[in-house]
């Protein structure tokens, strides 16, 4: 017995406490070894690769995680690995790469494209939480729309006069100008004048435009009329949710439609672009992304969120700031054990 005790002690497949005569008090397997004995017929799965995207590193696996054991409370990522800032919060949000999926690529490729050429109205589509914000602050910030001036409305909840009173306060043309529209409208048009002749570009985009009043969007689309003999004045981007698609299709704003010269739709991040939208904010934020989430962690995480951008930041975040739960585990009961939606 003691033989077969001193054997199983050596091997390192148990943790074996033997009081001083000799007899076995305690005994137990470390978790990598008891992993892989219920783990032993379960058959290998290929490692997640993530996508190297534009950020000009090499695709690597995800961590295969063979301890399902927490780290010790009080611990969370950011600490971990002491990263100057969390990887998921918001105000990280325009230094992280978009372009993880077709669609986003697509529609940042339209938005830049219709904003540097005037185009008369561009219109972007998206479930909330898929990037559209983000989308629009990408685009205006890239080299293609480095002349572009934007006068930025994400209120829809206005009434008409109320319209026009942030438009002037946006086009800042003074009080003067506000006391009629058509004096505002005839100072907004000599402001944009003024621009393009410096060859500068400004741009109305409208965000949340589904929940806009029929009214509003037919004085958008007469904004929209503003033009040169050669040009468009104001180029306008509408973003909305996928009821601004249900409402363009209105006869009563045929006309509006008529002007839609580019449009682009955001579909939900699949599983590798998801896996690729994670590894991407921890990389910004200094981190090493194959030390942190699993590939059974990141399908959860897709599966929950249901390839939401948004919702996958809240997500990662929640476990990556959450005393004694900053390492995901190999499986999804711990997610659904601990409250994630």
């Known amino acids: 017995m003691r033989q077969i005790t001193k054997a199983l002690q050596s091997s390192g497949m148990i943790d074996i406490v033997i009081d001083e005569a000799g007899n076995v008090v305690d005994a137990t397997i470390p978790p990598v070894v008891e992993f892989q004995l219920r783990h032993a017929h379960r058959p290998e799965r290929p490692p ?3 996508p190297a995207c ?4 090499g695709p690597r696996a995800l961590r295969q995680d063979p301890d399902p054991g927490s780290l010790r409370r009080g611990y969370s990522v950011r600490a ?5 800032r969390g990887p998921f919060r918001a105000d990280l949000e325009p230094t992280i790469p978009v372009l993880h999926a077709a669609t986003h690529r697509e529609a940042l490729s339209n938005l830049e494209y219709g904003l540097s050429v005037a185009k008369p109205v561009t219109v972007l589509i998206g479930e909330a939480g898929t990037g559209k914000s983000t989308l629009l602050r990408a685009a205006l910030a890239s080299e293609m729309c480095r002349h572009v001036t934007c006068v930025f409305i994400d209120n829809p909840m206005l009434t008409r006069a109320e319209f026009f009173e942030t438009l002037a306060s946006r086009f800042d043309v003074g009080e003067n100008a506000q006391s009629s529209k058509a004096t505002l409208l005839g100072r907004i048009e000599w402001i944009v004048r003024s621009r393009q002749s410096r060859r500068e570009i400004t741009a109305l985009v ?3 435009a589904q929940a806009l009043p029929d009214e509003i969007l037919e004085e958008i689309r007469l904004l929209a009329n503003l033009e040169t003999p050669t040009s468009k004045l104001l180029p ?3 973003a909305g ?3 601004l698609a249900t409402r363009l299709n209105d006869p009563r704003l045929r006309q509006l439609k008529q002007r839609i010269a580019l449009r682009c739709e955001l579909k939900p991040l699949d599983l590798p672009d998801t896996a690729a939208y994670i590894a991407s904010r921890i990389r910004t934020a200094g981190g090493d992304p194959a030390n942190i989430f699993t590939r059974e962690a990141v399908t959860v995480i897709h599966e929950f969120s249901h390839g939401l951008p948004r919702t996958i930041s809240v997500m990662c975040d929640k476990r990556a700031g959450c005393p004694g739960c900053a390492r995901s585990t190999a499986g999804g009961r711990r997610y659904r054990a601990r409250g994630v939606p």
Not at 54 to 57: H, P, T, W
């Open 80 to 84: 971990l690995l002491r990263l100057p």
């Open 48 to 50: 997640m690769e993530v």
């Open 236 to 238: 306008v981007v509408l």
């Open 206 to 208: 409208v965000d949340e």
């Open 54 to 57: 534009d950020e000009g590193r």
């Open 241 to 243: 949710q996928p009821e």
